[in-house]
């Protein structure tokens, strides 16, 4: 099974791009990779999801390399909302079954 | 719409008590999910119901109950509450659109349990 390892931490400041790497070098094919955003004592919002290449929406990008064993979420120009938690998932399929792969969690932290 | 709603928002027992948490969805999705949430232990999935009338373990199951009531609600219970489940619990739901892709979860707003 996929498994998740992410940073534990980021420090950024307001305008810049952040990345944040996970790694999952046990993928398989048919798995997706999902990043979900935490703000305290709230639950997780979802943010974009990929299986490969590279996708964008409104909020994010991300960069999945052609061997999947890595993904990039990219926040462009991050804001002072921006502060938060940032989750790694894959999403394992495995016929009926389905495994959810959860990382621990990067705590990004903007700056003025 | 209000979404995925939990109740109650925060909650005290003693060691030994039992209580339920209540989760309800009012999008119509299929699958429901219970998580709890420790400090440097991310999101770790208790129990899920791909759909009304089924439920599955999760990673961490012992201790814990579910119920799918119907579509909409999807309980978790704890028989014999023990310090070690205090932390916070969420609920979750989603509608899979198909095996080859990963639904969105929408979460609730969390359960604040603590044991004594």
């Known amino acids: 099974l996929a498994k998740t390892t992410q940073p534990i931490s980021m420090d950024s400041y307001e305008g810049q791009e952040v990345n944040i790497t996970c790694s999952h070098n046990?993928?398989?094919?048919?798995?997706?990779i999902t990043w979900y955003q935490q703000f305290p004592s709230q639950g997780p919002r979802f943010i974009i999801q990929?299986?490969?290449?590279?996708v964008t929406n409104e909020v994010a990008s991300l960069f999945i390399p052609a061997d999947r064993k890595s993904s990039t979420l990219s926040l462009p120009r991050v804001s002072l909302s921006d502060t938060a938690v940032y989750y790694c998932?894959?999403?394992?399929?495995?016929?009926?079954?389905?495994?959810?792969?959860w990382g621990l969690g990067t705590s990004l932290a903007v700056n003025p | 719409n209000a979404g995925v709603t939990q109740t109650p928002k925060f909650q005290v027992l003693k060691t030994g008590q039992s209580m339920t948490l209540q989760c309800a969805q009012d999008?119509?999705?299929?699958?429901m999910y219970w998580y709890r949430q420790d400090p440097g232990m991310g999101l770790r999935l208790i129990y899920y119901s791909a759909s009304e009338g089924t439920t599955d373990k999760g990673e961490v199951p012992n201790g814990y109950n579910v119920s799918r009531l119907n579509k909409r609600e999807f309980s978790l219970r704890l028989e014999s509450a023990a310090p070690s489940q205090t932390s916070v619990y969420f609920c979750a739901s989603s509608e899979p659109l198909s095996l080859a892709l990963a639904d969105t979860q929408y979460f609730g707003p969390g359960t604040r349990l603590t044991v004594l």
């Open positions: 999008m119509n999705h299929n699958s």
């Open positions: 046990n993928i398989a094919t048919n798995d997706y």
């Open positions: 998932l894959v999403v394992v399929n495995a016929g009926n079954n389905r495994k959810l792969i």
């Open positions: 990929g299986y490969k290449t590279k």
